[in-house]
């Protein structure tokens, strides 16, 4: 039963599309992410809502929205695609936004291609 | 602001031995956490162990333990008696208890020789 569940995989498209990446944890948790990890392996926060309020909006192009409709869901919607967007993204959760001792849990990840 | 090095692009080990992952770190809060995660070939991102700054003993879990050491600001992973599974990227993370953002290193990549 999996904890941190992202669909799709992958996907694969052409610039200037729109897409979405859907993210639904069954943990029971506030607080869910947004991150990037680039061709280099490296990680980035780019949003973080806490029961479905907007608490971490990093340096990101707007053509990055994300929507939360409840707190077990945190869905990542890109418009007009571009080369550059093309990474792993990671959904994860944690108990709660703050605190030292606050575990997040990823899911498997989504890797988006843009062609 | 906070800080996570991972010094260590990749590391080499035999089956069976045990191998330390440095991770140094830079934060100006008084109380903060300390993780690491596990990334296989596969790609999904694993939590390994936590530590916290107040904590005064090393963490441990199965064959991970954290070597803390606040004064020097080091937080290396030993993972003991190898296997092969544990061929993977290892990330180092932080978060200072005023923050809500985790910082990751830039990871080590290591491989377990048979």
């Known amino acids: 039963d999996t904890a941190v569940s992202q669909t799709p995989k992958y996907l694969v498209t052409q610039m200037g599309n729109d897409k979405s990446i859907k993210c639904e944890q069954n943990l029971g948790h506030d607080t869910m992410y947004w991150y990037k990890q680039d061709s280099k392996k490296f990680l980035k926060i780019m949003f973080s809502y806490n029961n479905k309020e907007l608490i971490i909006n990093e340096t990101v192009p707007n053509r990055f929205s994300p929507k939360s409709p409840d707190k077990a869901h945190l869905n990542l919607h890109i418009n007009s695609l571009e080369l550059g967007d093309s990474a792993v993204y990671f959904c994860?959760?944690?108990?709660?936004?703050?605190?030292?001792?606050?575990?997040?849990?990823f899911g498997a990840g989504t890797r988006l291609s843009v062609l | 602001a906070q800080k996570i090095t991972q010094t260590q692009p990749g590391m080499f080990v035999q089956e069976k031995e045990a191998v330390t992952l440095d991770c140094t770190y830079d934060t100006s809060d008084q109380s903060y956490g300390l993780f690491w995660y596990k990334q296989p070939s596969s790609g999904e991102m694993i939590f390994l162990i936590y530590?916290?700054?107040?904590?005064?003993q090393n963490a441990t879990e199965g064959r991970y333990s954290l070597n803390f050491q606040k004064a020097r600001k080091s937080a290396n992973l030993v993972i003991s008696a190898s296997q092969l599974g544990d061929s993977a990227m290892y990330f180092c993370a932080m978060r200072g208890g005023s923050n809500y953002k985790l910082t990751f290193g830039k990871g080590t990549l290591l491989t377990v020789n048979p």
């Open positions: 530590q916290g700054s107040y904590d005064e």
């Open positions: 994860a959760s944690s108990p709660r936004p703050g605190g030292s001792k606050n575990i997040q849990y």
